[in-house]
């Protein structure tokens, strides 16, 4: 946490709190843990699925996973067309009308997720919905997610990480204030 020096998002939205979800990748009982979850509520939500599908950059290697794990086709979508070769969007083999579900590392507003949507859709899939690790639950995100009439499941939340941030130390009752400031209205807590 770091509100007098906050972090800067790529879509230049400034925030006291930062959460990684790559780091997760790098323990092997967070990472099959984050896997599994995400299995099961594939499992539980989805059961006619077809294909995975990641977005890039943050959800391939979970996306993968995920595909391994329910022994499934993989696919991912890039934040934008390739300006060489094929100039591919979706990466991968995908046959027109498959049921696709997609992975996704964190959700703030939901852009970058639901272009991803779209992309899968424009090529012709079937999206049945998006599962992500995170979300900071954004109103912003909430409506985009509803008008682009996309299923959106996540494992974890803002709310819970300040929770346990809380818990164990990393902040400090005296921050949860500026925190849940922050949450409410991104855009005009500094």
């Known amino acids: 946490m770091s509100p007098s020096n906050p972090f800067t998002w790529a879509s230049g939205m400034k925030s006291p709190i930062y959460c990684d979800n790559r780091k ?18 594939i499992k539980e939500l989805y059961p006619d699925v077809e294909v995975i599908a ?22 991912y979508v890039r ?14 083999h995908l ?16 852009g970058s997720s639901l272009k991803a949507v779209e992309a899968l859709r424009e090529a012709g899939s079937n999206v049945l919905g998006l599962l992500a690790i995170f979300t900071y639950g ?14 959106c499941h996540t494992l ?13 130390g990393y902040v400090q009752n005296s921050e949860i204030d500026l925190l849940k400031r922050w ?8």
């Open 138 to 151: 954004f109103k912003k995100a909430v409506d985009n997610f509803a008008n682009a009439k996309c299923e």
């Open 54 to 75: 990641g977005v890039a950059t943050g959800a391939i290697a979970q996306g993968v996973l995920v595909a391994e794990a329910l022994n499934l086709p993989f696919v």
């Open 95 to 110: 046959e027109k009308g498959k049921k696709v579900v997609v992975i996704e590392d964190l959700i703030s507003t939901g």
């Open 156 to 168: 974890s939340s803002y709310e819970t990480m300040i929770e346990i941030a809380l818990e164990t």
């Open 79 to 92: 934040a934008g067309a390739k300006s060489h070769g094929l100039e591919n969007l979706v990466e991968g």
């Open 24 to 41: 997760t990748l790098s323990f092997p009982e967070v990472r099959k843990h984050v896997c599994d979850a995400f299995a099961q509520r």
């Open 183 to 190: 949450r409410e209205n991104p855009d005009s807590w500094m």
